[in-house]
């Protein structure tokens, strides 16, 4: 049996990184990757976490409401704390913004080797924790602007979603897999729990142009835009052409199988939520950056998510986002 025999057939997040670095930017100094690290490594304590969910007390409520005026769950706040500590080690993270945090924690504002600046909604889907239905965490990398004064934090911040470096998602479920983009392509990954590492195991996905499914939470119906309700009323047609409903309640899994399958997820504006449920800057920023990487699109109803100037942190956004055939056919019906 030769050498190479013997020689592991995967390559792990890193190796990945590294790989496509040395193809594509051979000046690259590697800092990404070890920024990445860090997200992986919080997302295997967390899968670590939500597989033993049940044996030990992190179900539940905390009793607190967050600055989404949401009920907080243990778990929201293990896996925030779990990804602010294993990014607190990152010496090129600058500043890290959470869903679960009202204001961005500065960790080396003037730094100027801190260029990094990660936003995140560590647990998506916290609904669906104590009744053991998939959940997910999404991240979101940007870079410091030049020029921005001293405590102008914002600045740094607030940027349309095209300037990020990085974005992905890591959805825990039958297995825990990861999903980034860089910017040149959709790469995804399984957990090994055997080895504690993210295997390879699918280059440059490509979401299908068409699909059979729409997502949405149809109980709110009589609160969408006239426009989406007739989608709706047209959806469930012969005319057109025998689609299902999906709707798992997190964002990270209704996405993950749209990606993987085609067809369409929509968080309209309601009248309670004139702006949509979903947040800008962790939620669809980064989803959006992997839709379109992958051949997909996102919009608003009115124009491209990752055109989107932000105004607040926490800001929320409608989101209609999926194979692009299927984006183009809603966006027909929703009229302002
Ligand atoms: P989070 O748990 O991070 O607050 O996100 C929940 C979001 C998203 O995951 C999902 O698509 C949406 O809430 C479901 O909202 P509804 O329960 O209103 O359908
Ligand atoms: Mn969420
Ligand atoms: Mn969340």
Redo the contacts with the bound molecule.
């Keep these: 049996m030769g050498a190479n025999d013997l020689t592991p057939k995967f390559r792990t997040v890193q190796q990945h990184i590294l790989d496509r670095q040395r193809q594509h930017h051979p000046t690259a100094t590697g800092e990404f990757s070890w920024l990445l690290s860090g997200i992986t490594l919080a997302t295997k304590i967390i899968a670590d976490h939500v597989r033993r969910a049940g044996l030990v007390d992190i179900l539940g409520a905390t009793g607190e409401t967050n600055v989404?005026d949401?009920e907080v769950q243990k778990l929201?706040i293990i896996a925030n704390e779990t990804i602010a500590a294993c990014l607190g080690y990152r010496d090129n993270v600058g500043i890290m913004v959470s869903?679960e945090d009202d204001e961005p924690r500065i960790l080396k504002e003037l730094d100027s080797l801190a260029r990094y600046i990660v936003l995140f909604?560590p647990?998506?889907?916290?609904?669906n924790i104590d009744v053991n239905v998939s959940?997910g965490t999404i991240f979101s990398i940007m870079q410091r602007r030049e020029n921005v004064a001293a405590g102008k934090v914002m600045d740094h911040i607030l940027q349309p979603g095209y300037k990020q470096v990085a974005a992905g998602y890591v959805i825990y479920s039958s297995s825990t897999v990861m999903a980034y983009t860089t910017g040149e392509g959709v790469h995804m990954f399984t957990l090994d729990p055997s080895i504690g590492a993210f295997r390879l195991n699918r280059e440059n996905v490509r979401m299908p142009k068409r699909g059979k499914t729409y997502s949405i939470?149809e109980a709110?119906r009589s609160r969408f835009p006239a426009g989406v309700q007739d989608y709706l009323d047209w959806v469930k047609t012969e005319d057109a052409g025998g689609y299902g409903l999906r709707?798992i309640?997190?964002?990270?899994a209704?996405f993950h199988r749209t990606l993987l399958k085609g067809g369409v997820f929509l968080?309209p504006p309601t009248n309670k939520s004139p702006k949509g449920?979903?947040r800008l800057l962790y939620?669809a920023n980064p989803l959006a950056f992997i839709a379109e990487q992958a051949g997909g699109m996102a919009t608003d109803g009115q124009q491209r998510i990752l055109d989107k100037a932000p105004t607040a942190l926490h800001e929320r956004t409608p989101l209609l986002i999926g194979s692009e055939e299927e984006v183009k056919q809603v966006a027909e019906f929703w009229q302002p």
Excluded at 123 to 127: C, E, R, T, V
Excluded at 249 to 252: A, T
């Design positions: 989404q949401e929201d869903e909604d647990l998506d889907g916290s609904s959940i939470n709110y709707y309640g997190s964002l990270v209704d968080y449920k979903l939620e």
